[in-house]
């Protein structure tokens, strides 16, 4: 049985739509109390951002909701914080620590290897769709990346924003990479950090092109099922939940069983060495070994529909919740898979013979309960692991938290 890459994506900046805007304000400074002008000052995830003034005063209009604001200025460290709109509007000033690099620290050892680790980060941080194949990484040398090689894991990092230019959807988007974690070994993808969209230039044609590719790519994906999910039309914009029920596989033994058989099998055939041949036991302990490399559940998929009222779990005013028990199986009727996904060998979700090849991806949860917001935003990180399509479809197939499709290109 072959193990299936599985993502764990954590989508970084949340908010609640609401009728009122309210205005997030203050000054940027150093430590000295010296003002700080033409910082940037962005709110992740999304498409807004502002910068500091000559006096060090930025100011952004805000709607209610839960944000993560990341403050940038060459020769300083990039600063966080996580603010909550409700009511009122919010004074922030902000204080950056300047960014002290020794030479020694700035001189990077030529690394024979950094290519192909570059090429794998881009693989499972970018994607390998067709829309992937037409971003690019403008500055990879800023990536800090290390390869631990007896636990098989790459781990990758930013100090300042990486830039990729996406053709296919039309954004520029610069990623802080706060965590990036590819293990060979569990095939599990995790990152994490604070992206930021701006729009391309391009003609008008080019600008049509990018709006249809848009909505191809926040239809069916996890933001929008979020989405649905929270007003309560997943059902109506297409999707099924479903249940992948996991049950222990009766033909496979105890673990305690088989390593003491193992055990056992393996000194008599230590022993055989000096002793006449028995073929049974080698017969034996290959049997043994079979059974050990059997999957300890077998996978039942339960078709009958999970409907979203018994799923979804009202928290706040701002803020739903979902809970279950073994796999989430979310199939979406509105788009099928693209061949480059269904040609890819271990990716693919297994579906019953009678279902279209619709877009399949489950969920598995790791945190209860997870958290998630009007956008489709998710609160909690590292809260659900994503297999299938969603596990595919990565930074090349993402679109800003306040992405709204304008009623032409839905028509």
């Known amino acids: 049985m072959k193990s299936l890459p599985i993502l764990l994506l ?4 949340k908010i609640c739509f609401a009728q009122q805007n309210y205005m997030l304000s203050g000054t940027v400074k150093d430590k000295r109390g ?24 930025y100011a952004l209009s805000l709607k209610p909701g839960n944000y993560d604001i990341l403050v940038q200025l060459i020769g300083y460290k990039a600063l966080n914080k996580n603010i909550i709109i409700s009511d009122k509007a919010i004074k922030l000033d902000l204080v950056l620590e300047e960014s002290i690099t020794q030479l020694n620290e700035v001189t990077i050892k030529p690394d024979p290897d950094r290519p192909h680790y570059i090429a794998m980060f881009k693989d499972f941080f970018i994607g390998t769709t067709p829309n992937a194949e037409q971003c690019k990484m403008i500055n990879p040398n800023v990536l800090l990346i290390d390869y631990d090689k007896e636990q098989a894991k790459l781990t990758v990092k930013t100090d300042q924003f990486l830039i990729i230019e996406n053709q296919a959807l039309g954004y520029r988007i610069k990623y802080l990479v706060n965590n990036f974690e590819y293990s060979s070994r569990t095939n599990i993808i995790y990152y994490e950090g604070f992206p930021y969209y701006e729009d391309l230039q391009g003609s008008a044609r080019k600008k049509k092109i990018w709006a249809k590719k848009r909505l191809t790519a926040y239809l069916g994906s996890s933001q929008h099922f979020f989405n649905a999910l929270y007003k309560g039309t ?3 914009e297409g999707f099924i939940i479903n249940k992948l029920i996991t049950q222990p596989n009766r033909d496979k033994p105890s673990d305690s069983i088989i390593r003491a058989n193992i055990k056992r099998l393996t000194k008599v055939q230590e022993g055989l060495l000096r002793k006449t041949i028995n073929l049974n036991h080698g017969d034996s302990l290959s049997y043994w070994f079979r059974k050990k490399n059997l999957p300890d559940g077998i996978s039942i998929l339960s078709r009958s529909p999970i409907l979203p009222d018994t799923l979804v779990h009202f928290k706040n005013q701002d803020i739903k919740s979902i809970n279950f028990t073994d796999k989430l199986y979310i199939i979406y009727t509105k788009e099928k898979e693209d061949p480059l996904f269904a040609n890819r060998i271990g990716l693919s979700i297994s579906r019953p013979l009678d279902m279209p090849d619709y877009q399949i991806s489950t969920i598995t949860l790791q945190i209860a309960p997870v958290y998630f917001y009007a956008n489709g935003g998710i609160y909690n990180p590292r809260a659900m692991l994503y297999a299938g399509y969603w596990a595919w479809e990565k930074i090349a197939d993402s679109v800003p938290m306040d992405y709204l499709p304008s009623a032409d290109v839905k028509k």
């Open 10 to 13: 954590l989508l970084v900046g």
């Open 234 to 236: 997943a059902i109506e």
């Open 34 to 57: 010296e003002a700080l002008p033409g910082a940037g000052v962005y709110v992740s995830g999304y498409k807004i951002a502002t910068a500091s003034n000559h006096n060090g005063h």
